[in-house]
């Protein structure tokens, strides 16, 4: 089945540092990947949409500047963190789709100090 | 604006207590209603996707129903393996991609 793989799994950081974390579809082609966001307790938020060759389109609210999207391959996608503070703190994770199902990665837990 | 609300919250049963989880959605053109499974600090598993009212599916102690304005899980003589928060997401016929809006979750507790 397909799989999708996230590097790393758990990262720790200062405030004020940058985090960059990898999403992978690895048996299938991803022109679009999601990124969501998941507070404890609390459901995914999607943050952003990621287009292979072109810009990520940005959920309201959700700071374009702070949370870079790359989308250089139909296989990776990477999310920076930039100027991490600890309000950052939170799973990340994302999603990619082979026909009209989508399956998610395993997550990325990132905690900012 | 897709809204997706899930009940109940948290529901505990005794093993082998079969139950229901509910997923009321409001969306103007449904693409398809997806179930997902979530554990504690892992990404969701994809259960079920369901497209058309009427339209049910099976997996094992589960069994997934749609209508115009809701969605159920059925589990059926569930086992503390079950445990788990379970995730309804729906996805807009007009949207690019395949963008999902969940809900809330409910998170389902079996006890021996």
């Known amino acids: 089945g397909a799989v999708v793989s996230q590097h790393p799994s758990w990262v720790i950081c200062k405030s004020g540092t940058s985090v960059k974390i990898e999403c992978r579809s690895l048996d299938f082609q991803a022109t679009t990947m999601f990124w969501y966001r998941q507070f404890p307790k609390q459901s995914l938020m999607l943050m952003a949409t990621?287009?292979?060759?072109?810009?990520?389109?940005?959920e309201q609210g959700v700071e374009k500047d702070k949370f870079l999207i790359n989308h250089a391959s139909l296989t990776l996608s990477t999310l920076t963190v930039t100027s991490a503070h600890p309000e950052d703190s939170s799973f990340y994770i994302c999603?990619?789709?082979?026909?009209?199902?989508?399956?998610f990665g395993p997550g990325t837990r990132l905690l900012v100090l | 604006e897709d809204q997706v609300t899930q009940s109940p919250e948290a529901l505990r049963l005794q093993e082998g207590e079969s139950s229901s989880l509910n997923c009321s959605y409001t969306?103007?053109?449904?693409?398809?209603l997806f179930w997902y499974r979530q554990d504690p600090g892992k990404g969701p598993e994809f259960l079920f996707t369901l497209y058309s009212a009427g339209e049910e599916k099976e997996k094992e102690r589960l069994k997934a129903t749609l209508t115009k304005k809701e969605s159920f899980l059925h589990i059926t003589a569930p086992k503390p393996e079950d445990s788990a928060t379970y995730l309804c997401?729906?996805?807009?016929?007009?949207?690019?991609?395949?963008?999902?809006?969940f809900g809330e979750g409910t998170q389902l507790t079996v006890n021996p």
């Open positions: 997401a729906v996805q807009e016929r007009e949207t690019s991609g395949s963008r999902l809006t």
């Open positions: 999603t990619s789709g082979r026909g009209e199902t989508q399956y």
């Open positions: 969306v103007s053109g449904l693409r398809g």
């Open positions: 990621s287009n292979e060759g072109s810009k990520a389109t940005y």
